[in-house]
């Protein structure tokens, strides 16, 4: 099994919602990470977990909140999102953490739309 | 500012032909460089990498070169297919670097024309 799988593909919430999205891998990775994508522009790192605790938080609002309940499945919880947090998240899985030559294998994306 | 440039948002190419996707980057750090593959609607795939202590990497249709002294690399796409249209991000990682580390480029969109 090479796959990252994300649930929902689509979703569509209001500024008051509350939702999360999954993302889950069973390849043994130890890292995993939340990508946000806009239309036309690279990937933005969101956060890193290693060893399902989370080691990097680049500087995302608090109204992003990751968990990772074990090494095979990481959530976004969202809340009180804006209309401009509209875009694709993308969950990546590497093998190691640190040390690791990159090769990070990605989910399909859930595309969000904030009304 | 962009540490890792491409600086063709677009590429048009005839089915059997050549695709040629450039890839510039400015820190003198990065050591090791990926290509991945985007599909619309889909996440980046993993194409192709090259280390610096290489020049050139292939596998199969996929070549990537890498001038360091010029701070380039390449990947050409021999012969071009048109399943091979989508979105291709070049990335660099910096010597001693984690898959956290990992700078995208902006992106070419690949068409390959039947």
């Known amino acids: 099994d090479t796959e990252v799988t994300q649930t929902p593909k689509h979703l569509v919430m209001g500024m008051t919602n509350k939702k999360s999205l999954k993302c889950e891998q069973h390849?043994?990775?130890?890292?995993m990470y939340w990508y946000k994508q806009k239309a036309k522009k690279p990937p933005e790192l969101m956060f890193v977990y290693s060893y399902e605790k989370l080691s990097i938080n680049e500087s995302v609002p608090s109204r992003f909140s990751p968990e990772c309940p074990n090494s095979s499945l990481l959530n976004l919880h969202l809340h009180a999102l804006q209309p401009e947090d509209s875009a694709l998240y993308l969950c990546?899985?590497?093998?190691?953490?640190?040390?690791?030559?990159?090769?990070?294998?990605f989910g399909e994306g859930s595309r969000l739309t904030v009304l | 500012d962009q540490q890792v440039k491409q600086n063709s948002p677009s590429l048009s190419v005839q089915e059997g032909r050549i695709s040629i996707l450039n890839c510039d980057y400015t820190?003198?750090?990065?050591?090791?460089f990926l290509w991945y593959k985007k599909y619309p609607a889909e996440g980046p795939t993993f194409l192709i990498s090259i280390s610096s202590i290489k020049d050139k990497n292939e596998d199969g249709r996929f070549t990537v070169f890498l001038n360091k002294s010029a701070k380039h690399l390449s990947l050409h796409i021999v012969p071009s297919q048109p399943g091979d249209s989508a979105v291709y991000f070049c990335a660099a990682i910096p010597l001693s670097g984690s898959a956290r580390q990992l700078t995208f480029g902006s992106g070419t969109q690949l068409t390959v024309l039947p």
């Open positions: 390849m043994g990775h130890r890292a």
């Open positions: 990546a899985s590497s093998l190691h953490p640190g040390g690791g030559y990159g090769e990070l294998f």
């Open positions: 820190n003198s750090m990065f050591d090791y």
